[in-house]
């Protein structure tokens, strides 16, 4: 599987995978808030923004069907994709600026993009990848400019086939894109645990060999967790102010507050995999917990070890309970009292 950086985050080689807290339609053209949105992830440890470069309202015409989204307290809304793109579109002198703010705080940013002055911005602003939402993801020109920006690319899956996924990343690879990572990206809220196919994540990776991700879609952090046990390197997660109004997306976003603890816990989760075999030194003490072999009765010289002679008690103070088969059978050159330790010096020499 390939193995690159995107920003000083290593994909594709079984490390800690990468939070990426995504402020993308959170700030609503709030710019102010969007700076202080990424003052947040910074405070809370993380090391990448993840934004979008969604900026001319154009990309939306009147009419068609509507936008349909979950908003918490009112169910499933309808609304024009017009009204939802206007309500999100940044002017690209603001995007500058919040994008500016990501890299004057040290933090790697990587941005989706809709256009190629998306593109453009990104790659101005020295963006460690760029990323083709879910819904570009049939957007062959878009892919062929992304992948030819010399970034990193991520492509998102979420709505689409095994075959519209695979189109994409054959359109990307031929452009150029020679570091890629996959990202599944399950439905959002109100949709059921079973409906996020988990596994789908770690088989995209398997099937196009590349690094995979989750575009997490869950109003918690449990998914995030189940992803780090599967394999992710990025681990995509919406985060909006405290106190948000309910809106499109809002449902399955964190709370900046939240950010540090939902870092922490990936840590934890991931460090806890571990390895794939129990590493311990060759001269470690015998555990305390492990049995040896004891007269069940007074024995005699002569008589033989068998299983109604001898019983087995920890600690281990004469013969281990494991080298039973090789001593099943012996006879004793002395006896022993009960409960007495069975030692080697008990044992005759073998007939």
Partial sequence: MNRFFIGRTEVGGGGPPALWPDIDVYFKRDAALALRLVDAIRE???????TAALHDPGLAVDGGAPAQYFVQGRGVVSESYREVVERHAVPLADLRRIFARVRERGLDLVVSVYDEEGIALAVEMDAAALKIPSSNIVHAPLIRAAASAGRPLVIDTGRSTMAEIGRAVAWARRAGAERLLVQHSPPGPPAPAADFHLRMMAELGRRFDAPCGLSDHFPGTEMLLLAVALG???????VCADGTAPDIDIAHALPASQLARTRELLELAHAALGRTERVLPLDRPRPPDRMGLVAAR???????????SVRFAFPTRGIPVEEWDEVEGRSLARGLRPGEPLSREHLAPRD
Avoid at 298 to 308: K, N, Q, S
Wanted: hydrophobic share 45%; charged share 30%; aromatic share 0%.
């Fill in 298 to 308: 007074e024995l005699a010289a002569g008589e033989r070890v068998t299983r109604e």
């Fill in 232 to 238: 992710a390197s990025v681990l995509e997660k919406g």
């Fill in 44 to 50: 809370a440890g993380i090391a990448t923004v993840k």
